[in-house]
């Protein structure tokens, strides 16, 4: 999921050493500014430390990315015992795609193929945590091509074709339009926009705190299906 994820969510700078990619993209989200550590660099201890050092130099915490899949084996408790703390246990939510997909009704949802000033600002304003830094926050939403669904200027989604697969993201509500089954029904708009592009299978991830969000996809049919969390040497918005 690791991969499928930092695909969706791409950096615009990354930089590998030895099988770790090293992500930065101006510290806007853990995500795009962390480690993804898939392959094994070998001498860990000197791995640890050029992150350290690579990361530093931009101003910026070192984060690593870690789930089932991070190399070596043992590396969230190497990093543990460097100092990193455990930040943001995060699920991945997984489910199959209705045929056809007439299933999921638009039901006033608009998809575009771009986000709008409009659809920006609303996404900005639930989930923008990094000042300024809109532009590049946008820069990594149009990095890959996407779906841009959005609800009365009240609800918005953004989902990622990945062959089989459809990630969905940036899912977010304007706070004064909440428990009205907004965000469901662009959620459901998304994936039958997903199905049109010929994938089979839609994927998510929701930080482990947010149980409302969980109930809501669950509810939709997404069932957990691993997840990951970050370790971070000195703690940032993320």
């Known amino acids: 999921m690791g991969e499928l994820v930092a695909e969706a969510w791409p950096a615009p700078s990354s930089q590998d050493i030895g099988g770790w990619t090293l992500r930065h993209a101006e510290g806007v989200t853990k995500r795009a500014n962390s480690v993804l550590p898939l392959g094994d660099p070998g001498d860990v201890d000197r791995a640890v430390a050029e992150a350290e050092r690579f990361y530093g130099a931009l101003g910026l915490a070192t984060v690593f990315s870690v789930d089932a899949q991070a190399r070596p084996e043992g590396l969230d408790g190497f990093l543990e015992r460097r100092g990193y703390e455990l930040v943001d246990p995060t699920i991945a939510m997984v489910a199959d795609l209705a045929d056809p997909p007439a299933a999921y009704e638009r039901d006033g949802v608009e ?128």
């Open 111 to 238: 998809v575009m193929e771009a986000p709008s000033r409009e659809w920006l600002d609303l996404w900005w304003s639930v989930d923008g945590r990094y000042d300024h830094q809109l532009p590049m926050a946008e820069k990594i939403l149009t990095g890959v091509r996407a779906g841009y669904a959005s609800l009365d200027g009240l609800a918005v989604g953004r989902g990622v074709p990945q062959g089989e697969w459809f990630g969905v993201y940036a899912m977010a509500v304007a706070q004064e339009a909440r428990r009205r089954g907004l965000g469901r029904r662009v959620l459901r708009a998304l994936l039958g926009w997903g199905r049109e592009q010929g994938c089979e299978r839609a994927y998510l991830v929701v930080v482990e705190r947010n149980a409302p969000a969980r109930a809501m996809y669950e509810a939709e049919g997404f069932v957990p299906a691993g997840g990951y969390h970050y370790r971070v040497k000195n703690v940032t918005p993320g």
